[in-house]
């Protein structure tokens, strides 16, 4: 039971390079998430999308870019990487509605140079 | 501005004992809650939630408290175990749409159990 998979695990970048994250989800579940956790500042929505097709900013999307591909597939990317997007990256899955527990991959961490 | 605080970084706590978290919110549109568990190197784990209609919720050796009032729930376990030992997340949504919600976290607070 794989669950939510996120790849890759680790991935260092020089500054202004590109990077694809990829995230899927085996659930069945129609609302997907991508966060970041920092230290001290818990895990923050960069974007949402409710359901396959739809896309929908969160707290922190300066700098990302996001693609709900099929039901199953939701991919973050960085277009020009910033050393402030040195982080730990969560996706999360959901069934769709309201008070849904969202289950989590377990994290893509990124360091930018 | 974090509208979702959990004021204690960390918690020590010995086996057996109970282990009390407390979180703090700021935003009186809040409805829901729950307590997210994360173990190194994985991805956080629903642990328990709560709706604002209700003031307690109870799941084994789990229970959260909601204050309303003073905006403040707490998260109890009891007794803890070694296996208790993560860091645990305080999350809340105001549910502004009926088609997904979106979740504020807390910075989290780790617990040590000791034997």
């Known amino acids: 039971n794989a669950g939510v998979t996120q790849t890759p695990k680790f991935q260092v970048l020089k500054t202004g390079q590109s990077m694809t994250l990829q995230c899927a989800q085996d659930m069945n579940h129609n609302s997907m998430y991508w966060y970041r956790q920092d230290p001290g500042m818990g895990l923050r929505l960069i974007y949402y999308?409710?359901?396959?097709?739809?896309?929908d900013k969160g707290e922190v999307p300066n700098g990302y870019n996001v693609s709900r591909l099929n039901k199953r597939e939701f991919s973050l990317r960085l277009e020009s990487a910033a050393p402030s997007q040195t982080s730990v990256y969560f996706c999360?899955?959901?069934?769709?509605?309201?008070?849904?527990?969202?289950?989590f991959g377990d994290g893509t961490r990124l360091s930018i140079l | 501005d974090q509208q979702v605080k959990q004021n204690s970084p960390s918690l020590s706590v010995q086996e057996g004992r109970i282990s009390i978290l407390n979180c703090d919110y700021t935003n009186s549109m809040f409805d829901y809650f729950l307590w997210y568990k994360k173990y190194p190197a994985e991805g956080p784990t629903f642990l328990i939630s709560i709706s604002s209609i209700k003031d307690k919720n109870e799941d084994g050796r789990f229970t959260v408290f909601l204050n309303k009032s003073a905006k403040h729930l707490s998260l109890h376990i009891v007794p803890s175990q070694p296996g208790d030992s993560a860091v645990y997340f305080c999350a809340a949504s105001a549910g502004a749409s009926s088609n997904d919600y979106k979740l504020s976290f807390g910075a989290g607070t780790t617990v040590t159990v000791r034997a």
């Open positions: 999360a899955s959901s069934k769709q509605g309201r008070n849904q527990p969202q289950h």
């Open positions: 999308s409710a359901s396959e097709g739809t896309t």
